[in-house]
Every structure is written in structure tokens, then in C-alpha cells.
């Protein structure tokens, strides 16, 4: 996944935002330390908002009931997203942790809008013709910060649209855009128009102060290899714990025990260290079980254990059933497999579970037949 995909991504989690099946717009919250004792808040992740809701609501909840749980005053501290809480998690998440390196500060404490966009870690985009997805705007003298996360061209190859992303206090996490007029004037030109729902153009120009282009993103973030998945999984160890990235010192989202079944989505290998993409963030490859459907094609199925083991050229008995798994990993499926010590061939379905009554002398012209097993790749590309 690119930096600029995996960065829209993360901004839906909150503009998309969703709990119990209803999509949710999720309020707006800043830290109130006007009042004794302060209130502090609006820096909870995606998936620590959805923890909080669901163990204040019970599931089956309608929209409405959800809707006026996030919205009580004595919940938007832990249900609402301030402006840098959002712009701080999305574009660290996205790059893979760059934010967090630089600016030290976790999501529970986060960094003001003032901070992100203070060009001493960064450079000024004057024209627009210079911005890039990952820029920050700022706006309000500092006050409030904005994502950038696309930028289009038209077929003579000059910008014409800017798309962004904030959070703030009238329509919470929310998306706008800004129709690009002349790509060597800045984005406070009258040439350009912005689109929000916040603000009218004039009202959008009249706040914007400029645009930043972090010196941690400067250079390109180098993505994650992310490759897509669909795994039905177990969690096999005590306080397992779910963090927000693909790194033991990324923070903690949530911890699980054994039995406890999750879904991934996709999965990578940093450092050498295996991770799996669940809902709630990244655990380890160590402490899971279960099938794996890489890229999401039927023909690219193989078998995690604990340790991130997985069985290589032999037959494994899962769940009652026989499987054969070929020299790359993968389950064969749908073929024959001759047998290594009489002339026979075993028939393997299309999810791989071998059919005994399905044996043959001789197979049936049309499907594959693998002679050995332990020597040939099960996946064929």
C-alpha cells in the first residue's frame, strides 16, 4: 500500500468512522484547562474510540443512541478528535511512524497544531504546484492544522485540485478540497476555491497561513510492504498486544489472550519480525493460528501456528481434514497428488481438503497432477 492510499485510509477510520454497523460522525473535542481540574482529551486513535463506545453501549444499539453517547459532555473527551490529534495519528500511522520519531509524544499526549506545523520542522510550500500528499496546512495564526492527502492533475500535467482533511469544532473529522485556479500562486490566492462544509471560501482563505512540508516526509516515506490478506485467526498467548504499528515499540492499543478470534487483512515482515493488520491495529505473527488467503486469491491459502511456524512440503491434519502443502507453503488445491509409495493419486478440492473417495489409479485429464509434493510449488503464477 502507497504512502499517499494508505494515508486516505487512516483519515476515513475517523470520517468513516463506524461501531455496531451504523456510521458514525465522530464530535469534535479539544483539552479544556481553563477549569480545575483540567479536562483533557480529543487524542484517542480510531480504535480506542470504538473500545470506549462499545463498552458504554451494548451491541445492537441504533444510531441515535450511539450518536447521543459520543456527543454527552461527559464522553467527548474519549469520543472527539481535536485538530492535531487527527492530523498527528493519520500521517504517523501512514508513514509508517516518522511523526512519532521526531515529535516523541504518544497519541494519548499528541502535539499541538502549533507544533506540527512550525517550520522548523518543515518547509514552507508557497505555491501550489509544490504540495504533495502528507503536507500539512495551518491555519487560524497556528491554531488549527489540516492533512493533505491527494493531489490531482490535469492532462497538461499542472495541479488542479487539492484534497485535505481536519477536524474541526463545528463538523468534526471531516473532508474538503480545494480547486486549483493557478499552480504557481499559494493556496490563499483568490485564483484557488475552497470547498468545506466548515467554512465558505472566502471564510477557508481568510484563515489559511500556509503550508508545510515536513522534513521527516521530505525525502518520500518509504512504505510498508503491506500484502493483502483474508484470515480468520486465533490469538495463542496471554495479553497479546495489539499496537498501533508494525513495531514492538509502537504504542499499545489493546492486549488478547488465547481463543480469542480476530480478522486480518494484511500482513508484513519488518526486520524479520512478522506482523498481521487486524481492525484494532498490528500483532505478531508469533502468537496467532490459524488460514491465511494471501492477496485474497483461493490459490495462495497456507497455515500459520504459533511462532509463526507453517507446514512446508508435507500433509497436515487441521480441524479433521487432510491437507497438502506444497515446497513454497502453499495449499495445493484442486489437483491430484500422487502418492509417494503406491500408484495412486489423491484428489484435493478447491479449498484443499483431500477426498478419499475421490482416489484414482488414473486422474482425470484437465486437472493438474503433482508427482512430488516435497519438491514442487503448490502456487503456480
Not at 483568490?190 to 503550508?211: E, F, G, P
Request: proline residues 4%.
Amino acid at each position: 500500500m502507497s504512502f499517499q492510499s494508505d494515508l486516505k485510509s487512516r483519515i476515513e477510520e475517523y470520517t468513516e468512522f463506524s461501531v455496531y454497523g451504523e456510521k458514525i460522525q465522530l464530535p469534535y473535542f479539544i483539552s479544556n484547562t481553563q477549569v480545575v481540574p483540567p479536562v483533557y482529551g480529543g487524542k484517542n486513535t480510531p480504535a480506542l474510540i470504538r473500545s470506549y463506545i462499545m463498552a458504554g453501549l451494548p451491541a445492537g444499539s441504533t444510531k441515535a443512541q450511539i450518536e447521543t453517547f459520543v456527543n454527552d459532555s461527559n464522553n467527548k473527551p474519549k469520543t472527539g478528535i481535536d485538530c492535531s490529534g487527527f492530523a498527528y495519528y493519520t500521517v504517523n500511522e501512514a508513514s509508517g511512524g516518522a511523526l512519532m520519531a521526531v515529535f516523541g509524544s504518544s497519541y494519548a499526549n499528541g502535539v499541538k497544531a502549533s507544533t506540527l506545523t512550525n517550520t522548523a520542522y518543515g518547509t514552507k510550500c508557497t505555491k501550489a504546484a509544490d504540495i504533495v500528499p502528507g503536507c500539512l496546512m495551518s491555519s487560524d495564526s497556528s491554531g488549527h492544522v489540516l492533512v493533505i492527502y491527494g493531489v490531482s492533475y490535469g492532462s497538461d500535467g499542472r495541479v488542479n485540485r487539492i484534497d485535505y482533511a481536519h477536524s474541526n469544532g463545528s463538523k468534526g473529522p471531516h473532508l474538503g478540497y480545494i480547486i486549483i485556479g493557478d499552480p504557481n500562486a499559494d493556496l490563499k490566492a483568490s485564483s484557488q476555491t475552497w470547498y468545506d462544509i466548515a467554512y465558505t471560501d472566502v471564510q477557508a482563505r481568510s484563515l489559511y497561513d500556509y503550508t508545510i512540508r515536513l522534513d521527516c516526509l521530505s525525502g518520500g516515506v518509504e512504505p510498508i510492504d503491506e500484502i493483502p490478506v483474508s484470515a480468520n485467526l486465533t490469538v495463542q498467548g496471554t495479553d497479546v498486544n495489539v499496537r498501533t504499528n508494525p513495531s514492538t515499540s509502537a504504542s499499545i492499543v489493546t492486549k488478547l489472550s488465547t481463543g480469542e478470534s480476530i480478522q486480518a487483512t494484511g500482513r508484513v515482515l519488518i526486520d524479520g519480525e512478522p506482523w498481521f493488520h487486524i481492525s484494532t491495529g498490528w500483532i505478531s505473527g508469533a502468537y496467532v493460528q490459524g488460514w491465511v488467503k494471501d492477496y485474497n486469491d483461493n490459490n495462495r491459502w497456507w497455515y500459520v501456528q504459533r511462532g509463526y511456524s507453517y507446514p512446508v512440503s508435507t500433509w497436515m491434519t487441521v480441524g479433521g481434514k487432510d491437507y497438502c502443502f506444497g515446497k513454497d507453503g502453499y495449499l495445493f488445491v484442486e489437483c491430484y497428488i500422487k502418492s509417494e509409495d503406491k500408484e495412486k493419486y489423491y484428489w484435493v478440492d478447491d479449498d484443499g481438503v483431500y477426498l478419499q473417495q475421490y482416489d484414482a489409479d488414473v486422474p482425470d485429464a484437465g486437472y493438474r497432477v503433482v508427482y512430488n509434493y516435497k519438491t514442487e510449488n503448490a502456487y503456480q503464477g
